[in-house]
Structures are given as structure tokens and as C-alpha cells.
């Protein structure tokens, strides 16, 4: 009996795989759906003593999608107008690497300069950039060409919006019935899991979501102060792919590094950049992180890099989204076999 209850258990573990490998073209907007109802319940939940529901689903509802598309209206154009500046310097750029950096790798390091044809990368650039006429420009470009992707993608933001506030609103009865279909042999053990892990998925979710911004703006307005170009476009950016360890800090410091020296062609700028993400990379760790985050989600450094790798290998984009989730719970089941073990007569004997 008890082999047969594990593989019924490995069989619905390879057909939902398998599904999702096969779905993950269509499962966006309902992974995010699902992640932005799992983030707000909470909130609606606390709402929901004051008033029905539904009421407080759509309070909740219309508050988030007020600000999303206030942060996107106001830092779109902003990094886009920085993209902008990138793009009309970037020949510049070239030309300042060609003529000082490279021959100074080269002299000090015996770099092989040979290899880089910068004069066609600037040309072939600079066709591009005039022929696209900026980000919008092309954007809208590729939309009068294909209406079927403007469709595509409306359709899935409304997807998303919809299926948003329907799981907002019936979240408490789905894990109901969840919680229903739970083996009542098994149901104590589960529900046991089942609160560790949405503690460590919560934790993560909400609190790294914080770290992201609060980041992103200590970035940005360290870069500003510098007088980098492109602060808000390499803030954000480090700011974004901060929820791996250490990725932020390495990314960042290193294109802030390259805009630098290309901007103001000397070495001290660079230590000021150095001295900017040290400083984020500190307030993450002493502060912004044990004060968000805590200790709930259990995972090492490692793990999250190889899980996120893993995730984004196997399933995509909407792998590199399950990652870190899925290997909260698979950390608090080990955790769990670990205590079982260890309290075990074969790990007695």
C-alpha cells in the first residue's frame, strides 16, 4: 500500500512536468495572476473584517493596478529617455575605447585588440538606432506590423487582471477545498508543510519584493550622485535581478564600472561606484534583508542560483518564476524528512 501511495504521488509529479513544460507558453498570465493574488490576500484579508469580500478585493485590486500603471507611466520614459542617451553616446564610447582603453589593456596586459572590429559595431549600431528613431519608435514599428502581437499582449494583460481579482476573491474557498482533498491519515503531517512553506514563500514574495525597490532606489540615487548617465537604467536593472544573491551587486557594479570609465575616462569615478553598491550590498545584508525577509526561507546562495538556473533551463521564463517557490517547499519537506530521520531507529542504531 505504501509503494502504491508513492507512486501515485511520483505519477502526479511527472504529469504536472510535464504540463507545465508543455503549457508554459500560456501559463504567464496565470502564474502571475496567482502570485498577485497569493501577495495580496493578505491585505484583503485584513480589509475583509471591516467589510464584505468583494468589496475589499476590489479596494485592494484597484489600489495595486492604480500603481502599477503610475510607476509605469512615470518609469517607463524615464528609462527610456536614458536608453536614449546610451544609445545616442554609445559612439562615443566605442570611439574613447578604441582610443584610450584598449590600447592601455593592451599594454598593460597584452590584451589582443585585434579581435574587436569596433568601427563596424559603431556603424552597424548607428544604422540601427537611425533607422528605429528610439524605443517607442520601434515599438510601434513592430505593432503596426503585427497587430496580432498588440492583441496578444492586451489580451493577456486583461487575462491577468481578471483571473487576478477572481482568485483574490475566492482564494479562502480554493484552500478550502485544497485542504479537503488532503488523505486524512496525511492531513496533519501536510498541513504542517503547508504552513512552513507558505511562511517561506510569503516571506520571500513580499519581503524580496521590498529589497528589489528599496534597492533600486539606493542605486539609482547613488549613481545620480556620481553623475552617471544611465543611473535610473543600471539602478533599476540591479535593483530587479537582486533576488539572487549577489547578482545585483555583480551585474551592477560591473556595467556601472564600464559606463564610468567610458563616460569620464578616470579612475576615481569607479571607486565611487565601488563605494555605492558596497553600500547597497551592506544595507541588504545588515539591514534590508533581516528586517524584510528574516530567516524563513532557509535557502543557501547557492541553491537559489542553481534553483533559478534550473528553472529557467527546464521550463523558461515561467520556470525562473517557480523556481525559488518550489525550492522553498522542497527545503522545508527536507527539513522535515531530516527531523524524521534523525528521530528514527535506523538513525539510532
Not at 505593432?143 to 498588440?150: A, F, N, R
Not at 503531517?189 to 507558505?198: C, L, P, Q, T
Amino acid at each position: 500500500m505504501i509503494e502504491s501511495g508513492k507512486g501515485i504521488w511520483l505519477a502526479i509529479f511527472v504529469v504536472v512536468s510535464i504540463l507545465i513544460y508543455l503549457l508554459a507558453p500560456i501559463l504567464m498570465p496565470f502564474i502571475s495572476a496567482a502570485v498577485l493574488a497569493y501577495i495580496a490576500d493578505p491585505l484583503v484579508d485584513k480589509l475583509e473584517k471591516k467589510m464584505s469580500r468583494s468589496i475589499a478585493v476590489s479596494v485592494v485590486f484597484f489600489v495595486l493596478s492604480l500603481s502599477a500603471i503610475l510607476v509605469l507611466l512615470i518609469i517607463l520614459p524615464l528609462v527610456e529617455k536614458q536608453i536614449v542617451v546610451l544609445a545616442e553616446k554609445l559612439p562615443l564610447y566605442i570611439d574613447r575605447a578604441q582610443n584610450y582603453i584598449f590600447p592601455l589593456l593592451k599594454d598593460k596586459f597584452d590584451f589582443d585588440v585585434a579581435r574587436f572590429d569596433l568601427n563596424m559595431l559603431k556603424q552597424s549600431f548607428s544604422e540601427y538606432w537611425k533607422a528605429a528613431g528610439g524605443i517607442a519608435a520601434n515599438v510601434v514599428s513592430s505593432i503596426s506590423h503585427s497587430g496580432i502581437v498588440l492583441v496578444g499582449w492586451i489580451a493577456n494583460f486583461l487575462l491577468m487582471l481578471v483571473v487576478t481579482f477572481y482568485l483574490l476573491r475566492d482564494w479562502d474557498i480554493l484552500v478550502e477545498k485544497i485542504h479537503a482533498l488532503i488523505p486524512r491519515n496525511k492531513e496533519k503531517m501536510i498541513v504542517v508543510i503547508a504552513k512552513e512553506s507558505d511562511e517561506v514563500i510569503g516571506a520571500f514574495f513580499r519581503g524580496q519584493m521590498l529589497v528589489m525597490l528599496a534597492l533600486s532606489v539606493v542605486y539609482t540615487v547613488g549613481l545620480m550622485i556620481v553623475g552617471l548617465d544611465t543611473a535610473l537604467l543600471i539602478g533599476v536593472l540591479s535593483g530587479v535581478v537582486s533576488f539572487v544573491p549577489y547578482l545585483g551587486f555583480i551585474v551592477g557594479i560591473a556595467i556601472a564600472s564600464i559606463a564610468a570609465l567610458m563616460q569620464f575616462q578616470e579612475a576615481m569615478p569607479l571607486l565611487y561606484v565601488a563605494i555605492v553598491f558596497l553600500t547597497g550590498q551592506m544595507l541588504e545584508g545588515m539591514l534590508l534583508t533581516p528586517l524584510l525577509v528574516g530567516d524563513k526561507i532557509g535557502l543557501h546562495p547557492v541553491a537559489v542560483i542553481f534553483a533559478v538556473l534550473a528553472g529557467g533551463q527546464l521550463f523558461g521564463f515561467v520556470g525562473i518564476l517557480l523556481a525559488l517557490p518550489v525550492a522553498a517547499v522542497i527545503a522545508v519537506v527536507l527539513r522535515h524528512v531530516h527531523e524524521s530521520y534523525t528521530s528514527s531507529e535506523l538513525y539510532a542504531k
